[in-house]
T-cell receptor
Framework: DGGITQSPKYLFRKEGQNVTLSCEQN?????MYWYRQDPGQGLRLIYY???????QKGDIAEGYSVSREKKESFPLTVTSAQKNPTAFYLC????????????????FGQGTRLTVV | DQQVKQNSPSLSVQEGRISILNCDYT??????FLWYKKYPAEGPTFLIS?????DKNEDGRFTVFLNKSAKHLSLHIVPSQPGDSAVYFC?????????????FGKGTKLSVIP
């Protein structure tokens, strides 16, 4: 079945350590996204990528890094520079259709709960 | 500056009644709007969407209404069921901006009381 897989579901990190969250999709989608969810904050965009080997900063990119070496993979690294890394992280992908169609929704993974201890 | 606003953090409705979730936006360039449903510790799932060229879209118990002049959209759930209890996110997209990223509201937690 096609979908988006995030791993692991729960992740614990010590302060000062970098950690990488995995996101893989087999939907053949060009675009992939990383969001962060905090209580009462909705979903905030960290980074997005519209095509392989290209990515753009979202609204809260500081302290994060990404890579897009393959179409199906968009890993997110939470660096030690991220001041409040404890959050629920969501990966999504979408397929930009022809503009006239505009009928494209983003598909989300199940999320990774990162806790800094 | 929040471009997509869901001003009601929570809503309680009796089973069988109508649930109305509201969403306002400020960016007039948004041309596509979506509603997502999210359970705790899970990813959001797509519910229903509407293009700016329409003012209504219906799918079963779910109907989304768009009022472009007021920059307002709403999601109606009729009849509400206990399984509808979740957080609902409104999202919007500016297709002309060259990317398909979504801007989300903060969500409304719907509780359907049996």
């Amino acid at each position: 079945d096609g979908g988006i897989t995030q791993s692991p579901k729960y992740l614990f990190r010590k302060e000062g350590q970098n950690v990488t969250l995995s996101c893989e999709q087999n939907l053949n989608h060009d675009a992939m996204y990383w969001y962060r969810q905090d209580p009462g904050q909705g979903l905030r965009l960290i980074y997005y990528s519209q095509i392989v080997n290209d990515f753009q900063k979202g609204d809260i990119a500081e302290g994060y890094s990404v890579s897009r070496e393959k179409k199906e993979s968009f890993p997110l690294t939470v660096t030690s520079a991220q001041k409040n890394p404890t959050a629920f992280y969501l990966c999504a992908s979408s397929s930009p259709d022809l503009p006239i169609l505009m009928n494209t929704e983003a598909f989300f993974g199940q999320g990774t709960r990162l806790t800094v201890v | 500056d929040q471009q997509v606003k869901q001003n009601s953090p929570s809503l309680s409705v009796q089973e069988g009644r109508i649930s109305i979730l509201n969403c306002d936006y400020t960016n007039s360039m948004f041309d596509y709007f979506l509603w997502y449903k999210k359970y705790p510790a899970e990813g959001p799932t797509f519910l229903i969407s509407i293009s700016s060229i329409k003012d209504k879209n219906e799918d079963g118990r779910f109907t989304v209404f768009l009022n472009k002049s007021a920059k307002h959209l709403s999601l109606h759930i009729v009849p509400s069921q206990p399984g509808d209890s979740a957080v609902y996110f409104c999202a919007a997209r500016d297709s002309g901006a060259g990317s398909y990223q979504l801007t989300f509201g903060k969500g409304t937690k719907l509780s359907v009381i049996p």
